[in-house]
């Protein structure tokens, strides 16, 4: 009888160990293919997105500016002394102290060629299934503002602005991932 336990154990203890093994291949398979599927995607997004678009940009220079109604501590130590002489706030004076008031950022094309806006539209279609929600938030974001704001050739919206540093922040981060120098 107790070789009989004995014998039962050890295969119980075999199907065990047979089963755990199966488990972790199971996971680690699929852990790997789908690091293969992101990657994939990732190197498409590279490659028939974000290049092309940060190409458009080499023919032109973009340049921004921030505007500051106080920039100096000077300014602000007067805002500061208005705001206590006149509504008594403590509070309200010592943030006025640190308060630079930005008024945002504008930005221009310089020289070079207009906003690439219609090449960027024209490249996306076709190529929406590597676009990433972001990316397609921002291009409708600025279709948008070019009729609401309605800017100079020149002049770029605050969409312009923010769809230009998502596609160099996107370009240089997968750059570094998939090109080899």
């Given at each position: 009888?107790?070789?009989?336990?004995?014998?039962?154990?050890?295969?119980?203890?075999?199907?065990a160990c047979m089963v755990t093994?199966?488990?972790?291949?199971?996971?680690?398979?699929?852990?790997?293919?789908?690091?293969?599927?992101?990657?994939?995607r990732e190197q498409n997004r590279?490659?028939?997105?974000?290049?092309?678009?940060?190409?458009?940009?080499?023919?032109?220079?973009?340049?921004?500016?921030?505007?500051?109604?106080?920039?100096?501590?000077?300014?602000?130590?007067?805002?500061?002394?208005?705001?206590?002489?006149?509504?008594?706030?403590?509070?309200?004076?010592?943030?006025?102290?640190?308060?630079?008031?930005?008024?945002?950022?504008?930005?221009?094309?310089?020289?070079?060629?207009?906003?690439?806006?219609?090449?960027?539209?024209?490249?996306?279609?076709?190529?929406?299934?590597?676009?990433?929600?972001?990316?397609?938030?921002?291009?409708?974001?600025?279709?948008?503002?070019?009729?609401?704001?309605?800017?100079?050739?020149?002049?770029?919206?605050?969409?312009?602005?923010?769809?230009?540093?998502?596609?160099?922040?996107?370009?240089?981060?997968?750059?570094?991932?998939?090109?080899?120098?």
């Amino acid at each position: 009888m107790n070789d009989f336990w004995t014998a039962f154990g050890a295969i119980i203890g075999a199907l065990a160990c047979m089963v755990t093994v199966y488990e972790l291949g199971l996971r680690v398979g699929y852990k790997r293919a789908q690091l293969s599927i992101n990657s994939e995607r990732e190197q498409n997004r590279f490659s028939r997105l974000y290049a092309p678009m940060y190409g458009f940009f080499l023919h032109s220079h973009i340049t921004t500016a921030i505007g500051r109604c106080a920039p100096y501590l000077w300014q602000r130590m007067q805002n500061s002394w208005k705001i206590l002489v006149k509504r008594g706030g403590i509070n309200k004076a010592i943030k006025a102290l640190f308060d630079k008031q930005e008024l945002g950022t504008s930005g221009e094309v310089e020289f070079g060629s207009d906003f690439p806006l219609d090449k960027i539209n024209d490249l996306i279609r076709g190529n929406e299934q590597f676009a990433d929600a972001t990316l397609l938030h921002l291009i409708a974001s600025a279709n948008r503002a070019q009729y609401e704001e309605a800017p100079s050739a020149s002049e770029l919206t605050s969409a312009d602005l923010a769809l230009f540093d998502h596609i160099c922040e996107q370009h240089q981060k997968l750059s570094r991932k998939f090109t080899t120098a």
